[in-house]
């Protein structure tokens, strides 16, 4: 088996006792899902927005309700996961395929999509009164230049700008601003808690605790279990996987990239102390955990020691929701969750998981 080859497209695809809320089937009221192929004016509205961000233009989308009883909206900034990727979390479709040991993909991906939770957060979210900014991630095709020199500091400063940005607007609520963060986004949001000491709330998304790289060797693991590796080759390619975040560590790693991120950003996480982080968002903003409990990439335990942890700093304002049957983008999978499914059909948020986040918001906007 081509154990280093198959570890770093691994890697690259998915790189991206408890008083808890184990959510098991939608609730009855739950207000109308929208999926990314909705485009109905009637339910919200939308304009494109660019803001500047340590010296590139970033481009967006803004999606908002339509005209009511409000003349400010409570606003949140949606945070990327891992990897290049636009305002959408596009995912495309296409076939994965094992050959000699490699995962790869069969052709060119295909021109539709599989996934677009970030829009269909948005467009979900805005419809039940709330103004959300996504936009396409520093490196994307409209986002600036390259990602060579990205760091967790450098996307943190991104999504400040777009907070930023939705505080010269009239129309938003300056008192009630959230950010949601998926994966790796889930990082940038505890971050910005702590260093903004002012967000009314954060809503993580699949978010670790536990630093990413070394959730990395368990996801390589579970994936290279799946594809029928030995104990052995999986035991060499997490052996190598150490050495090498060990130079980037120290420095001495010889690429810019790693295994396609850019090898500054994967020291940046991995210099990056997420539970002394955690310790800092303070008592007053707002905490809603969501997980999926077949994610494989953040498993639900992340979210329980956030969570746990949390409670013992005794947080005003913290929930957490673990839903039975989704992934790691929450979206509904019937079987066993890898890597191969998230690019084989649509799917779609759940309606009750917009519903989650709804009332989540409303009860932080109301206190």
């Known amino acids: 088996m081509k154990t280093n080859t198959l570890v770093s497209l691994v890697v690259y695809f998915v790189v991206t006792c408890v008083p808890y809320t184990l959510c098991t089937e939608p609730q009855n009221n739950a207000r109308p899902n929208l999926t990314a192929e909705t485009n109905d004016g009637d339910l919200f509205r939308k304009e494109d927005v ?48 094992i050959e000699e040991g490699d995962i790869r993909p069969e052709g060119m991906p295909s021109k539709e999509w599989a996934m677009k939770p970030f829009k269909e957060m948005a467009e979900g979210l805005s419809t039940n009164g709330y103004a959300v900014l996504r936009f396409d991630k520093r490196g994307w095709a409209e986002g600036g230049n ?15 700008s777009a907070l930023s940005y939705l505080k010269t607007r009239s129309d938003i609520d300056h008192q009630s601003m959230f950010v949601l963060g998926h994966s790796e986004g889930g990082i940038v949001a505890q971050k910005l808690a702590a260093d903004l000491q002012w ?28 594809m029928g590796a030995t104990e052995s080759d999986i035991d060499k390619a997490l052996h190598k ?28 996480l991995i210099l990056h102390d997420p ?35 949390l409670l013992k700093l005794n ?39 917009l519903q989650t986040i709804s009332q989540w918001l409303e009860r932080a906007c109301n206190p």
């Open 315 to 353: 947080h005003e304002n913290v929930d957490l929701h673990v839903f039975s049957m989704l992934d790691h983008f929450l979206l509904e999978e019937k079987g066993v969750s890898r890597v191969e499914n998230y690019f084989v059909k649509r799917r779609n948020i759940p309606p009750y998981v």
């Open 241 to 268: 996987n150490k050495q090498d975040y060990e130079k980037i560590r120290k420095g001495e790693y010889p690429e810019q990239t790693f295994n396609g991120s850019p090898t500054l950003h994967w020291r940046s």
């Open 146 to 160: 390259d990602q060579v020199d990205m760091t967790l500091d450098l996307l943190c400063e991104d999504v400040v």
């Open 50 to 97: 660019v803001f500047k961000s340590t010296g590139i233009a970033l481009n967006g989308t803004l999606t908002y309700p339509l005209p009511g009883n409000r003349s400010k909206y409570p606003a949140i900034v949606l945070i990327h996961g891992t990897g290049s990727t636009d305002r959408d979390g596009t995912i495309p479709m296409m076939k994965l395929t």
């Open 275 to 309: 539970m002394a982080t955690l310790r800092k968002c303070p008592l007053t903003t707002g905490v809603l955990i969501l997980s999926g409990a077949k994610d494989w990439q953040i498993p639900p335990r992340e979210a329980i020691r956030i969570h746990n942890e």
């Open 199 to 226: 967000l009314r709330g954060i809503i993580l998304y699949c978010a670790p605790i536990t630093p990413l790289h070394e959730l990395t060797h368990d996801q390589t693991a579970y994936t290279l279990r799946l």
